[in-house]
């Protein structure tokens, strides 16, 4: 094939300058990314700020009487719907004006809602009514992006909405109630129904009622059956609910376990304050909780007030337990402390059973042996029986209460949806 002289050189230089060209656009292109890309060894260019996200801060209110599991999984999913969660506790005042009078004191309340693992701020004396003015407070002042609350109704006395600000506002996000408990259900159906059953047909005072909740019996623990009081629970347990809240976390090779046990009925602030005792103690705070049977054993037919399962979510609710055993042994043995590599084990002053040191089988005669065993002064007088005369002894004033609350979660129930979460 004939070919022009000097052809092939001119096509070359063409070539070469082409390929010049498109190096250096390539080379420009490549630079210009690097500098708009974090570089990959995690170093900041001088410079270069990178610009940190405002933490997602939602708020829930409530009154938190008698705390349960319920009202602890509902600030689980008001937390998960932020970065962090701040609670407002309402004032007794409020409570007393709107529902009736609180069986726990707003100081108790505090305490209770303080040690939920998944709060990070509380406020106290929050309105029952979110108003405008405090909307307003919380947007600017504690810097609120959402208000939360449950998908059950929350009326005033006038009927209307106490969210409707909130909602109007764009700022309202619902998470889904906790079936199988309320504070109306441990007051009324499990309490106040053995109250009106027990007293048919005679007369009788306030100790009589209170007695019928403290009177424990002689059967040997190993020996009671299941048969136990006029508890009502609707509660279905779910392991995946254990697993929510769950630490996750086991101690380290090398942790001071510390171990105490009990029945942690009707969950409240004396609990709290001997846990966050025992768990200063240590690296790792293991609780143990006795069974329905165990406690109904010790503490009389009508005991426990919640079950096994409702008692160890409670529990595991607070930050300071890291673990719990649900049907914890009445007696602390040696192969128990070696199983769990304890190191010490604690019991408080103020117990609902202290005559475990006069009986023939002292559940903590090993751990004294060993010198590994310590009582801590609890640093609240406060038992589940204290609680129960808070009811007993005004039981009229929280029947009325609680047969306008049973009438509102009625309708509840009939007009009920399903709602997504957990």
């Given amino acids: 094939m004939w070919r022009p002289m000097g052809s092939r050189g001119c096509a070359m230089d063409v070539l070469g300058s082409a390929s010049c060209v498109v190096a250096c656009l390539l080379g420009g292109l490549l630079l210009a990314l690097s500098l708009l890309s974090p570089p990959l060894s995690g170093a900041r260019l001088p410079g270069i700020r990178r610009r940190r996200r405002k933490p997602v801060r939602v708020y829930m209110d409530g009154c938190f009487d008698m705390m349960h599991y319920g009202h602890c999984n509902a600030l689980r999913q008001a937390q998960a719907l932020g970065d962090q969660l701040v609670v407002g506790v309402v004032s007794d005042h409020e409570i007393t004006a709107n529902k009736g009078p609180p069986v726990i004191p707003l100081h108790e309340r505090m305490l209770m809602v303080g040690a939920v693992k998944w709060v990070d701020e509380v406020i106290p004396d929050a309105p029952y009514a979110i108003t405008e003015e405090f909307m307003n407070k919380l947007f600017t002042e504690y810097n609120i992006d959402y208000i939360i609350h449950g998908d059950d109704p929350c009326l005033l006395p006038d009927g209307t909405d106490a969210y409707a600000l909130a909602k109007k506002a764009g700022r309202y996000k619902q998470i889904k109630r906790t079936e199988g408990v309320s504070s109306t259900d441990i007051v009324g159906s499990r309490m106040l129904l053995c109250v009106r059953e027990r007293s048919l047909g005679g ?29 009502i629970s609707h509660f279905l347990p779910t392991s995946r609910r254990i697993v929510q809240f769950s630490n996750g976390k086991g101690p380290g090779p090398n942790a001071r376990i510390v171990y105490i046990d009990g029945a942690f009925d009707l969950f409240h602030a004396g609990h709290v304050e001997v846990l966050r005792l025992a768990r200063e103690l240590g690296d790792f705070l293991l609780v143990g909780i006795h069974t329905d049977q165990t406690i109904s054993a010790t503490q009389g037919p009508h005991r426990p007030i919640m079950n096994l399962h409702e008692r160890s979510l409670s529990v595991l609710a607070c930050r300071y337990a890291d673990e719990v055993i649900i049907g914890a042994p009445w007696e602390v043995s040696k ?10 084990v604690v019991h408080g002053t103020v117990a609902e059973y202290m005559d475990f040191s006069k009986e023939e089988s002292n559940p903590y005669a090993v751990p004294m042996a060993m010198g590994i065993y310590k009582q801590l002064n609890s640093p609240l007088d406060i038992t589940t029986s204290t609680i129960i005369k808070r009811i007993v002894s005004n039981h009229e004033a929280y029947q009325k209460r609680n047969e306008k609350k049973e009438a509102s979660e009625k309708r509840y129930y009939e007009t009920k949806t399903y709602v997504s979460g957990d």
């Fill in 203 to 231: 007369s009788h005072n306030h100790a009589s009622l209170q007695r019928q909740f403290s009177h424990g019996h002689s059967q040997k623990v190993n020996d009671v059956g299941f048969g136990t009081g006029t508890r």
């Fill in 335 to 344: 192969d128990m402390i070696t199983t769990f590599n304890i190191s010490l």
